[in-house]
């Protein structure tokens, strides 16, 4: 199956920036779209940001659109998400997604595997 490890959260301040990464292991041939999802407390699972492997296609919440660009390095299995102008509501834990598939979706029910999160939290 496919391992994800998300690093790169921390306590930042409103108007910095950060970059967050996602290392997949694996079942490689597996790891197609991928996708960034964000939890804060008491609130369901939100979906940040999406990439397809073979096309390049880019989807990004209304949300952050603007302040966030999502990449990935196929040949590392590595998933970024680069956010900038950070707001104190983007404090939240951020997961890495993929599924077995190079449709993007905004839905968690549609992705297959999940790391373990990375805490981000960005202070006034």
């Known amino acids: 199956q496919v391992q994800l490890v998300e690093t790169g959260g921390g306590l930042v301040q409103a108007g910095d920036s950060l970059r967050l990464s996602c290392a997949a292991s694996?079942?490689?041939?597996?790891?197609?779209?991928m996708a960034w999802f964000r939890q804060a407390p008491g609130k369901e699972r939100e979906f940040v940001a999406a990439?397809?492997?073979?096309?390049?296609?880019?989807s990004y919440a209304d949300s952050v659109k603007g302040r966030v660009t999502i990449s990935r390095d196929n040949a590392k299995n590595t998933l970024f998400l680069h956010m900038n102008s950070l707001k104190p509501e983007d404090t939240a834990v951020y997961y890495c997604?993929?599924?077995?598939?190079?449709?993007?979706?905004?839905?968690?029910?549609?992705?297959?595997?999940w790391g373990q999160g990375t805490q981000v939290t960005v202070s006034s």
């Open positions: 997604a993929t599924r077995a598939s190079n449709t993007i979706e905004r839905t968690a029910s549609m992705y297959d595997f």
């Open positions: 990439m397809s492997r073979f096309a390049g296609i880019q």
């Open positions: 694996g079942r490689a041939f597996s790891i197609l779209a």
